[in-house]
């Protein structure tokens, strides 16, 4: 039996759970550089056990639909952000951990200006642009020893549609 993702618009409340919605929105936080620049400030929790941060490109090619999401993924040592390099939208697949497993998958579509930081150990779909290629900054851990887990559903899910 088939299982059907809905994607919902993504929002920091809704994403909460898994991570950070970084976008910026409102006043900056500080004015800088003799006050030609606002910064917003600290949008993100990067969080890694141990080893580095790394900035990555990452060239991602175009997802269709129905979109099938027959594996996800988790980085147990350290935090992941995806910032757009295009005003490309991406689907977001994340999910609950329940005794290692991930559970209630939830789908979210980004709007052109938002990027996301999954927390770590946060268990997620690949990097998916919509109807076109994408661009992305990651930010994410460099170090010693294994930082990936994939799981991969015996009965896979179907996104019809944003």
């Known amino acids: 039996m088939t299982h059907f993702l809905t994607p919902a618009p993504l ?30 400030h600290d949008l993100a929790k ?4 141990s080893g580095r941060a790394g900035i990555s490109l990452f060239d991602a090619k175009a997802r269709t639909f129905p979109y099938t999401v027959d594996m996800v993924e988790r980085h147990p040592d350290g935090s992941q ?9 991406m689907l977001v697949i994340v999910a609950e951990d329940k005794d290692g497993a991930p ?26 642009p919509i ?4 661009r992305y900054i990651v930010v994410d851990r460099i170090g010693d020893g294994t930082n990936l887990e994939e799981h991969w559903f015996d009965t896979p899910w179907i996104i019809e549609s944003v």
């Open 46 to 49: 990067v969080d890694f056990g």
């Open 103 to 128: 559970i209630n998958l939830k789908a979210f579509v980004t709007q052109p200006g938002q990027s996301i930081n999954l927390h770590r150990g946060t268990w997620h779909g690949v990097l998916a």
């Open 11 to 40: 929002t920091a409340e809704a994403f909460s759970t898994y991570g950070d919605v970084i976008e910026v929105s409102g006043e900056p936080d500080k004015i800088i550089n003799q006050g030609m620049c606002g910064r917003h």
């Open 81 to 89: 952000a995806f910032v757009p390099l295009d005003r490309v939208s």
């Open 131 to 134: 109807e076109q290629p994408g």
